[in-house]
């Protein structure tokens, strides 16, 4: 695993050799990134450095450390995490599954490329909701939302996991492999805990999941399980733990998905008493940049309803696999975010009462 030059001072592999990638030669890659086209001298640090034919050959493989994003071999060489350039003509984007059998290669990954997309996108699938207010939704107090939310959560067993992460630019970590195709990726875990012989769930959302490709059988045999997701996740770069953080967390009426992973973080603990306890752990592990799309909608005029009809609003198809997938709708409510926070209203998410705030939990 080889991170960022730009990040860590360590090798990169260059035509079968490790080349040392100390201070001076950053001041090197620095100064030659955009003088790489011809052979001649470039001036670091007041000194003339002789750009030759093995040098360029360097800075091909290493690349121009502006554009570079993360740097991660995968499988025997035959791919690479790579730069937000390779990321804007990937070719397409694919769901990297994730089971017990590989979650650890993945997250190495993900730690790879959080430095360098620190933005992340994040959807749950769980099995329906099994606790129902006996008053409409739209009379419930905020104390009473919350306890629903609650109830369901420590209910029920997570399914799946979707995770998109991305930089300012829109660019997802892609992986380039042996013959250059270059493809963007999202992550999709798949969780054992649920047990449909066993456990609580709503018939017609299991229904609806199994139409949508989950195969609950296959979850049980190869499934993660949350305790061991829980600990990768915590040590994954990710997380704020209190500390201020550049992660930006992305949700789409997010309350149920922060509540299944602050779940998991707390070891299957008891989800917190009150609203107020609940978002204090929510800030504590991931910090105040969270913007929830359902809210910031509520600030754009024309913007409402459930993720497809936003995300058909603002001009966004899905690219990849379909609704209640995990994997698929992290980057669906990504790319709704991404339109709403580069055209639709740029100036929604720079607002301070628009950060750390989830739909339908905003404390007055």
């Given amino acids: 695993m080889y991170p ?19 201070p001076a030669m ?29 040098m360029l050959e360097q800075m091909k493989a290493i690349q121009m450390l502006r554009l570079i994003m993360a740097v991660a071999v995968v499988n025997n ?27 650890d290669e993945e997250f190495a990954l993900i730690r790879s490329a959080v430095p360098f997309h620190p ?11 099994v606790v129902a207010s006996k008053n409409p939704y739209c009379t419930l107090t905020l104390p009473q939302r ?12 997570i399914v799946q996991v979707g995770l998109t992460l991305s930089d300012a630019a829109g660019n997802l970590p892609c992986v380039i492999y042996s013959d250059g195709t270059c493809v963007s990726y999202v ?8 047990d449909i012989s066993r456990d609580r769930y709503a018939p017609s959302s299991v229904e609806l999941l199994k139409a949508n490709g989950i195969d609950f059988q296959k979850n049980q ?59 204090h752990l929510v800030h504590f592990f991931f910090g105040k940049r969270v913007f929830d799309v359902k809210h910031l909608c509520k600030h754009c005029p024309g913007l409402y309803g459930g993720l497809e009809r936003v995300a058909s609003t603002v001009g966004v198809e899905r690219a990849v696999g379909s609704r209640h997938q995990s994997g698929s709708d992290s980057l669906l409510t990504w790319q709704v975010f991404y339109q ?11 607002r301070p009462e628009h950060m750390g705030t989830l739909f339908d939990l905003q404390l007055q």
Avoid at 6 to 12: D, E
Avoid at 146 to 157: D, G, K, S
């Fill in 4 to 22: 960022c030059p730009s990040a860590a001072i360590g090798p990169v592999k260059v035509a079968s050799q490790s080349i040392a990638i100390g």
């Fill in 26 to 54: 950053l001041e090197q890659v620095k100064a030659i990134q955009m003088h790489s086209a011809a052979i001649g001298p470039v001036k670091v640090a007041s000194q003339s450095i002789a750009i030759g034919p093995a």
């Fill in 77 to 103: 060489n035959d791919m690479l995490i790579s730069s937000s350039a390779a990321s804007a003509s990937a070719s397409r984007v694919e769901v990297r599954s994730v089971w017990a059998h590989n979650l």
């Fill in 221 to 279: 045999i190869w499934g993660i399980d949350s305790c061991r997701f829980a600990h990768h996740l915590a040590t994954s770069g990710l997380l704020s733990f209190g500390h201020f953080s550049p992660v930006s967390w992305v949700i789409f009426q997010g309350a149920y998905d922060f509540a299944f992973l602050v779940k998991m973080l707390t070891c299957d603990c008891q989800l917190p008493k009150t609203v107020r306890e609940f978002l």
């Fill in 340 to 350: 709403i926070a580069s055209r639709v209203n740029p100036q929604l998410i720079h």
């Fill in 119 to 129: 933005f992340v996108a994040l959807d749950t699938e769980y099995p329906g909701v």
């Fill in 187 to 194: 992550w999709e875990f798949n969780f054992r805990d649920f």
């Fill in 146 to 157: 919350y306890e629903l939310i609650r109830a369901n959560v420590e209910a029920l067993r």
